[in-house]
């Protein structure tokens, strides 16, 4: 069975259940993901003993705002359409990464998910050697693309394929205000260093953890067009499907995207006699993903 004859064999009252949506459990998470962002980094600014080893989990609890922030795009984590799009573009500032550009790029990865030439995420290569791991889980890559992007849209250059001509101003106007507030954040470190330690070295920080987290979703996985086979869902600890918004339940999400977050382990709960790919942590699949490069 592929993920489009699973949907279809589902009875039309439980595909309406399940892919209701509401603002209750998104404000719930929200409230808890940002009420430990300000708790981290409240004890860092006031120079708490110890606040250093601190650094590496407040850059964990900013990066993994990108699991929300990708969900956004599908307009799931909450009912109402502002709530999704405003959540998603605080995460995009964090992690300079343009939400409505994302959202573009996101639509044509679900689209073309694993599948060579039309699938946005392999545009570029997964690390293929030892040395090339190092490169892409240091997030070094990633702040290079990232600033070279930021660079093209605020200079009005929306030049991918995958953007819709009525999308762009839209893109490019947010860019350029997102350029804005960096620009104001480097003032404010001329007579605070403040946003240097809550943010700017937490993410800097954290970003390997992230790199590691999302090559096992598609990593090594069959580039065909099944859902259930070309991504991949990661058994994992509950404060780590907390952390991911229940995003290691990825299969689920490819299968049925339209599902809000909170009712993944249900998806699960339906699909797992069909997942194919599977990895029991993201320390197996990271060990598994080195073994076949070494």
Not at 117 to 132: I, S, Y
Not at 270 to 284: D, F, H, Q, S
């Amino acid at each position: 069975m592929d993920h489009k004859a699973f949907l279809s064999a589902l009875p039309a009252d439980l595909r309406e259940a399940m892919t209701e949506r509401s603002d209750g459990p998104g404000l719930w998470h929200l409230t808890g993901h940002l009420g430990a962002i300000v708790a981290v980094g409240g004890l860092i600014a006031a120079g708490v003993p110890g606040w250093w080893a601190l650094l590496p989990v407040q850059g964990m609890l900013i990066v993994f705002l990108f699991t929300l922030e990708h969900e956004a795009t599908h307009r799931t984590p909450f009912r109402t359409v502002w709530l999704n799009d405003w959540v998603g573009r605080l995460c995009g500032v964090l992690l300079v990464l343009p939400f409505e550009w994302f959202r573009a790029f996101h639509m044509a990865h679900h689209r073309w998910t694993n599948l060579p030439g039309k699938d946005p995420e392999l545009a570029g290569p997964k690390p293929a050697t030892l040395r090339a791991w190092v490169w892409h889980v240091s997030g070094v890559p990633y702040w290079i693309s990232e600033v070279r992007l930021m660079a093209r849209l605020v200079a009005g250059r929306v030049t991918d394929e995958f953007v819709a001509e009525g999308a762009k101003a839209r893109i490019v106007a947010e860019a350029r205000w997102m350029a804005g507030v960096y620009g104001l954040a480097a003032l404010s470190l001329l007579w605070s260093p403040v946003l240097l330690w809550v943010w700017l070295v937490p993410v800097l920080l954290g970003q390997p953890f992230l790199r590691l987290y999302l090559l096992a979703e598609h990593g090594d996985c069959p580039e065909v067009v099944n859902m259930f086979e070309n991504t991949r869902t990661t058994f994992t600890t509950a404060l780590m499907r907390w952390l991911a918004w229940n995003m290691p339940y990825h299969v689920e999400h490819h299968v049925w995207p339209t599902v809000p977050f909170h009712r993944l382990p249900q998806v699960h709960g339906l699909i797992k006699a069909e997942l194919r790919v599977t990895a029991k942590g993201y320390a197996a699949f990271t060990r598994d993903y080195l073994a076949r490069r070494l």
